[in-house]
């Protein structure tokens, strides 16, 4: 039985890409005509090779370049809140297998197969960002194939980041069931941490850099820690519990460091935390001029590079903080640096990351090059999906 649904047709060689196991179809590969034209974005169409077979169901936005997301080449598939739970349920048994507890990153887009699609979980409570016009439109059988799946006690729709504006999108934040007040609290590898849902960034919590707290907290022992763009204690309170002598929490954002000191004192390290609201660069500059140094310096800025544009204003900022940073490195000591940059490839930040280490005047050795967490998944054919990229250095 075929599924009633609109059809959009490929060009001829249209489906080069996804005859490789590519999710993505780009508008010029698509026969764009009125009636394709016309369709409402975010709507599922079974999208048709220029031969008549049937290439699968995808989410259709005539207004992104990324035209189409496929969701399965079963093109009689109905996509519906059925469908959605079994992908759901696949996340969730694969996070149950990686994740002692249910904060994590349940959903990650094309690699867990809801395109553009992001649902992070904070035990009892699930944020879901439809960062598509295709997920947007499923919201709703989303939300109850979530409410079926995990009767969390709140629901909260969020997103205001580029791809919506990308996809047409605009910005969004509000509860689907249940309400929020004041910060969550989070499990992750043996500390406490709280999230603010409601006045928090992006989704309240940097999940991608669970493991890499603790592979940096492994060199604090006794240390002197500086934590750049700390935000709510993520890299601090697991070096502090790691037997930090000293850790210093330097975020612009003073609601953050709140939560990280209120985090450091549920982890009984309060004594041994510190914050400092300022601007990163500024206050490297001036603990330069004051000749401070750190045993343990951790630097996990947001993104430099917004957009391909200011791939090199946001490269030279890499170096930039690669310089500043390492010259408060006490001699022996270690260096971690991130970048959450999409357009920012891994063998690039390295580079800049060696540039500016160089330009400090110092010497040193990579001992980790790593990238997020498990629960945030690759689609194979999508490397530039792995987003975050993370370097861990001991320096001369
Ligand atoms: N390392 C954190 C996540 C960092 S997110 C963790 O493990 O959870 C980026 C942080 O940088 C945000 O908290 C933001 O407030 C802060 N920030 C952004 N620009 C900044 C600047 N110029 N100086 C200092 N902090 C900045």
Request: aromatic letters at 8%; a positive charge; charged letters at 25%.
């Amino acid at each position: 039985m075929s599924i009633e649904r609109a059809r959009v047709k490929l060009q001829p060689g249209g489906d080069k890409r996804a005859m490789l196991g590519h999710p993505w179809i780009f508008s010029n590969e698509l026969v764009m005509d009125g009636a394709a034209k016309s369709l409402l974005p975010g709507q599922i169409v079974t999208l048709v090779r220029a031969d008549g077979r049937p290439l699968g169901a995808a989410f259709f936005n005539a207004h992104s370049l990324i035209a189409a997301r496929l969701l399965t080449r079963d093109a009689d598939r109905p996509i519906d809140e059925v469908f959605l739970q079994r992908r759901l349920e696949r996340a969730l048994k694969l996070r149950e297998r990686l994740i002692g507890a249910p904060y994590y990153r349940l959903v990650h887009a094309e690699a867990d197969g809801i395109p553009g699609c992001i649902i992070d979980r904070f035990g009892d409570v699930v944020v879901v960002e439809p960062n598509t016009a295709g997920a947007d439109a499923l919201i709703e059988p989303l939300v109850a194939a979530l409410d079926r799946l995990l009767k969390p006690r709140a629901i909260v729709v969020s997103g205001d980041g580029p791809a919506r504006t990308l996809e047409g999108l605009a910005p969004v934040h509000r509860m689907a069931k249940g309400t929020l007040h004041g910060a969550l609290e989070i499990a992750e590898h043996g500390a406490r941490f709280l999230a603010d849902l409601a006045e928090g960034q992006k989704t309240g919590w940097f999940f991608d850099q669970r493991d890499n707290r603790v592979l940096a907290a492994r060199f604090a022992q006794d240390a002197d820690v500086l934590d750049l763009y700390s935000y709510s204690g993520g890299f601090g309170v697991q070096a502090a519990r790691h037997g930090a002598k000293s850790v210093l929490s330097v975020d612009r954002s003073q609601p953050a460091l709140d939560l990280a000191r209120r985090a450091a004192t549920l982890n009984a390290v309060g004594e041994r935390l510190a914050t400092e609201a300022a601007e990163a660069f500024e206050f490297l500059e001036s603990a330069g001029g004051e000749h401070r140094t750190f045993d343990v310096v951790l630097a996990d800025p947001p993104a430099f590079v917004k957009s391909k544009k200011d791939f090199h204003q946001g490269a030279r900022a890499y170096r930039k903080l690669a310089r500043l940073a390492a010259s408060r490195v006490r001699s022996g000591g270690f260096l971690f640096l991130a970048s959450c940059s999409y357009n920012m490839p891994a063998e690039e930040f390295r580079a800049q990351v060696a540039r500016g280490l160089h330009e400090a005047g110092r010497s040193g050795r990579i001992l980790y090059a790593t990238g997020a967490a498990p629960d945030h998944p690759v689609h194979p054919m999508l490397p530039e999906s792995a987003y975050l990229k993370a370097l861990l250095l001991q320096v001369d």
